[in-house]
């Protein structure tokens, strides 16, 4: 007659945990110890990566703010170049204005002195 033993599942990291028999304490405690510096090489190492990666992320937005300040300055600038067009659209038409307002006063010169030269004439 066979007898069937129940017995409880433990995950991995339980059973490993779990002392073993035939190891003294002393050796227990070295292979906890030598877990735990397994476990805290790999958390350093993790810390290492996040520093690296903040490091990095730094950098980056170092460069982002700067081109944000160029791209500033070239808005500004552009600004005040479309400023000074718009200024200069401006006196351009006073010019076409002026220009064509001394054509018109010339016309009307001209035919005064017409008008003068035909008066001292007759």
Same mark, same amino acid.
């Given at each position: 007659m066979d007898k069937t033993v129940k017995t409880r599942a433990f995950s991995a990291d339980i059973k490993s945990a779990a002392p073993q028999s035939n190891l003294s304490e002393a050796q227990e405690k070295t292979l906890e110890l030598a877990r735990k510096n397994a476990q805290l090489e790999e958390a350093q190492k993790k810390s290492f990566e996040y520093?690296?990666?903040?490091?990095?992320?730094?950098?980056?937005?170092?460069?982002? +703010?700067? +081109?944000?300040?160029?791209?500033?300055? +070239?808005?500004?600038?552009?600004?005040?170049?479309?400023?000074?067009?718009?200024?200069?659209?401006a006196k351009a038409k006073k010019v076409v204005e002026l220009e064509a307002k001394v054509k018109e006063l010339s016309e009307v010169l001209g035919k005064i002195s017409g008008i003068a030269a035909t008066g001292k004439v007759g």
């Open positions: 520093l690296k990666t903040i490091a990095q992320l730094q950098e980056s937005l170092k460069q982002e +703010k700067a +081109k944000s300040a160029e791209m500033a300055e +070239k808005a500004v600038m552009l600004e005040s170049r479309l400023k000074g067009s718009v200024d200069l659209e």
